[in-house]
């Protein structure tokens, strides 16, 4: 069974909605930040650099949210354009740039509000993070276009990063100034697969308490 590494949350969700989305059974095996467990030798061994979420499959051992909805959504066969097609070009650019682009600004506002320790904490760079989110949100609004989705109007694994993307920017109290990302934003975000994958892991944090 394909396990999932992670801790509720994190970016570990995009994986939780994804199996729930592509309906696929999964074991959430919890990497209990909170205790250090990420730190230890057992977990560094199938993650060298430490961070969740990880997923296990078989022999594979795969981190990168990005890659790994990506592979799910491959191997299922569905929520992805066929590989080579104009659509997947398509697929691919839009997970790019949201992994490279429009996500980026707001983990480097995270670091500075609480990932990284006080002393190493710039003030001033949060406000960079928000001029820049905007800049590449700009961006994205004009990649949707007046479509539904990333890929035309067809629900891909790409709506996972970025509608979990667009949650983290909420979390952040950025808004969305464009009709399209607004409406984009509750479309995806009012999904039954979320909403699935974030009971999951209320209870798994619950049993954890």
Known sequence: MLKLLSY???RGVRITWACEE????????????????????????????????????????????????TYLADKANKL????GSKARALYDQAM????????QPLWTM?????AFPEEKRIPEVIALGQWEFEKALAIFSKMLG?????????????DIIAGHTLSWAE???????????????????????????????????????
């Open 171 to 209: 979390g952040f109290e950025q808004t969305f100034p464009q009709e399209n990302v607004s409406a984009y934003a509750k479309r995806i975000l009012s999904r039954p697969g979320l909403a699935a994958a974030r009971d999951k892991e209320k209870a798994i944090k619950e049993a954890l308490s």
């Open 8 to 10: 509720p949350g994190t």
């Open 110 to 114: 995270a670091k500075h509000k609480f």
């Open 146 to 158: 007046d479509s539904e989705y990333l890929v035309g109007n067809e629900f891909t694994v790409a």
């Open 80 to 83: 992805i354009p066929k590989s």
């Open 22 to 69: 592509l309906a696929l059974d999964y074991e959430f095996q919890v990497v209990n930040l909170y205790k250090g467990e990420h730190k230890q030798p057992a977990f560094l061994a199938i993650s060298p650099t430490g961070k969740v979420p990880v997923i296990q499959d078989d022999d594979l051992v795969l981190a990168e949210s990005g890659a790994i909805v």
């Open 96 to 103: 790019f740039f949201v992994l490279t682009e429009l996500e």
